[in-house]
């Protein structure tokens, strides 16, 4: 007679008779990192924007492509130097480090905003994906379209006449992208996570990121500015991503000396671990989402 197993437990006779005891009803197989499932989102992710690329990757490089010729052409003629180059040498990492975070926040920011207002974000809540795997799958997707992003953008410039983009501190260089693509991811997922429709986000769009963006020193070195905008600036978290971008290209930026740039560089990590922190503890309350 085979014994009859417990209500509250599995159990499952091999070929020796002995038997196998699953979990109990209820309690979570999984453990540690659901490693399958983190893949599955993040390639989901990808594969989501990587489907429409001429609008998230070769679109952003063409718009980028065109700051340069403008601004180059306004500002950048008779020989015009800045930081002991030419201008065009000068604004090129600055374009392509925004670039890349414009991207990485429109990438996060949309994920689970689509899923309110199309009503698949039960595909987000109901996989065995604790807060923490959803939201590392979300922004690793969106730096990967910031990365792809800045290297369209950085060919193109590469072939463009007068720009060199000859690598000094190729440690600057990997670190303030990875900076800047992750603290723009969460700060996407932040806004994913509170934007109700489409509107919330563009007005985030516009009124946060677009200036922050714009006024972070991609055209011109702080030093030009009054004091009261230089404090302004240095107060400007964008501001340190970008010259500290600039730094690895060019050996030099206008936040200091590289002493400077290596405080800037613990800065920005220190201010992307409180944010994900943040966006963990939205992710894990369920605000917006479940209810």
Do not use: C
């Not at 190729?170 to 806004?191: D, E, I, N, Q």
């Not at 919330?200 to 006024?215: K, M, R, W």
């Not at 290596?262 to 605000?287: D, F, M, P």
């Amino acid at each position: 007679m085979i014994d009859a197993a417990p209500v509250t437990e599995t159990r499952l006779r091999d070929k020796t008779g002995g038997s196998t005891r699953f979990a109990p009803r209820g309690r979570p197989v999984i453990t540690g990192v659901n490693r399958v499932g983190l893949l599955a989102l993040y390639m989901k992710e990808v594969r989501r924007f990587l489907k429409v690329q001429t609008q998230t990757i070769w679109a952003p490089a063409f718009t980028t492509l065109l700051f340069l010729a403008i601004f180059t052409v306004a500002l950048g003629r008779e020989g015009r130097m800045v930081l002991g180059v030419p201008f065009a040498t000068f604004v090129a990492p600055g374009l392509i480090m925004m670039a890349m975070m414009q991207n990485a926040f429109a990438n996060s920011s949309f994920s689970l905003l689509g899923g309110k207002i199309q009503g698949t974000i039960i595909d987000y809540l109901m996989p065995p994906l604790s807060p923490g795997e959803v939201m590392a799958g979300i922004l690793a997707a969106a730096v990967t379209r910031a990365i792809l992003v800045g290297l369209a953008v950085a060919l193109a410039m590469a072939l463009w006449p007068g720009v060199s983009l000859a690598v000094a501190h190729p440690w600057a260089v990997l670190w303030f992208a990875l900076m800047g693509s992750l603290m723009l991811s969460t700060v996407g997922l932040a806004t994913s996570i509170w934007a109700e429709k489409f509107d919330h986000n563009a007005a985030v769009t516009n009124f946060i990121i677009a200036p922050l963006s714009l006024l972070s020193g991609t055209f011109y070195v702080i030093d030009n500015l009054h004091g009261v905008f230089q404090a302004i600036s240095r107060g400007n978290p964008f501001f340190y991503v970008i010259s500290g971008f600039r730094y690895g290209f060019l050996g030099s930026s206008d936040i200091g000396e590289a002493h400077h740039v290596l405080a800037s560089a613990g800065g920005l990590l220190a201010l992307n671990l409180v944010l994900a922190a943040g966006v963990y503890a939205l992710l894990r309350s369920g605000w917006k989402l479940k209810s």
